[in-house]
């Protein structure tokens, strides 16, 4: 439709802004839980090809929620920043991801689990790159 009132050229650029800003949003986003030092990374047994952990257990120490105190964020990230509880309770509403994530902190709490919070985006962003700079290091092994 646009191309059909607006030269190409314009159509064009705006399509690679609208898709640029779209692409940096989303990683700046799903960064965050996943792409962080505090987030653990699994590999299966060999014998078994199964991850160890049972998947509730597994979803906690592969997430990390950000921001939880900061209803201004959840609403921009519809939620997303309440990650673990994305993941443990995908059919769930995200309007619920804050009272949910209280009940599942204090079941890891009980049975030992660690689960892991950033207190603001930032926190999570300075971890992303502390994980980054140890990876870029040559004696890491992944």
């Known amino acids: 439709m646009p191309l059909m009132y607006h030269p ?11 898709m640029m ?28 090809g199964r ?10 120490h592969v997430t990390v929620d950000f921001a939880r105190r900061n209803s201004l964020m959840t609403w921009l990230v519809g939620g997303l920043n309440f ?33 892991i919070e950033h207190r603001s985006y930032l926190a999570g962003l300075a971890s992303h790159y502390r994980w980054l700079k140890k990876l870029g290091r040559e004696d890491t092994v992944v």
């Open 8 to 18: 190409p050229l314009h159509v064009l650029f705006f399509y690679v802004v609208a």
């Open 51 to 60: 991850i160890a952990d049972p998947r509730a257990v597994h979803q906690v």
């Open 21 to 48: 800003t779209t692409g940096l949003t989303l990683s700046l986003i799903f960064i965050l839980p996943h792409g962080v030092e505090e987030a653990t990374f699994p590999l299966p047994e060999k014998e078994t």
């Open 83 to 115: 990650h673990r509880e994305h993941h443990l309770f995908p059919a769930v509403n995200h309007a619920h991801y804050p009272k949910i994530a209280g009940i599942v902190d204090m079941v890891c709490e009980e049975f030992e689990i660690p689960h």
